[in-house]
T-cell receptor, first 115, second 116 residues
């Protein structure tokens, strides 16, 4: 079945530690996204990528980094510079060829907490 | 700047009741798209509908219907004869020509509880 796989489902970070969240898709989508979801808030865009080897900052990129070396993969690193990393992180993807404004397909998220 | 407001934080209804989730948006663009997504307890957002700014025709899909009114900048979502399985958080979202349509602004979401 085609879809987006995020791992791990739960992740704990120690102070001063970098952690990486995995996102893999087999939908053959060109665009991929990372969102952060906090309680009572909508999703906020961290980074997005339209094509391999290219990505743009979203609204809350500080303290995060990404790479897009393969079409299928868009890992997110939460660095020690992110002082409040506790949140639910969602990865999404969408097609590009059909024009902009495409609906996004989401993974089932990674919940990150500080130890 | 774009903005999506979902004023209802939580709604609780009894099964078989009709319920309407409100969504008000702001954008300066004339070309934009509006979306609704459902987030069940599993966490994954599920796409429900997309509507473009040039099509104000209302849409019905089974028990779901959507009312798009540009005059009031609203895109409301109605569930008819609600069921327990409709319990979820529902997000309204907006995408316009900023960044070529790849950036989506989400509302804060409305949590719907449907009691048996």
């Amino acid at each position: 079945d085609g879809g987006i796989t995020q791992s791990p489902k739960y992740l704990f970070r120690k102070e001063g530690q970098n952690v990486t969240l995995s996102c893999e898709q087999n939908l053959n989508h060109d665009a991929m996204y990372w969102y952060r979801q906090d309680p009572g808030q909508g999703l906020r865009l961290i980074y997005y990528s339209h094509i391999v080897n290219d990505f743009q900052k979203g609204d809350i990129a500080e303290g995060y980094s990404v790479s897009r070396e393969k079409k299928e993969s868009f890992p997110l690193t939460v660095t020690s510079a992110q002082k409040n990393p506790t949140a639910f992180y969602l990865c999404a993807s969408s097609i590009v060829g059909g024009g902009p404004f495409q609906p996004q397909h989401f993974g089932d998220g990674t919940r990150l907490s500080i130890l | 700047a774009q903005k999506v407001t979902q004023a209802q934080t939580e709604i609780s209804v009894v099964e078989k009741e009709d319920v309407t989730l409100d969504c008000v948006y702001e954008t300066r663009d004339t070309t934009y798209y509006l979306f609704w997504y459902k987030q069940p307890p599993s966490g994954e957002l599920v796409f429900l509908i997309r509507r473009n700014s040039f099509d104000e025709q209302n849409e019905i899909s089974g028990r779901y219907s959507w009312n798009f009114q540009k005059s009031t900048s609203s895109f409301n979502f109605t569930i008819t004869a609600s069921q327990v399985v409709d319990s979820a958080v529902y997000f309204c979202a907006l995408s316009d020509t900023d960044t070529g349509g790849f950036k989506t602004i989400f509302g804060a979401g409305t949590r719907l509880f449907v009691k048996a």
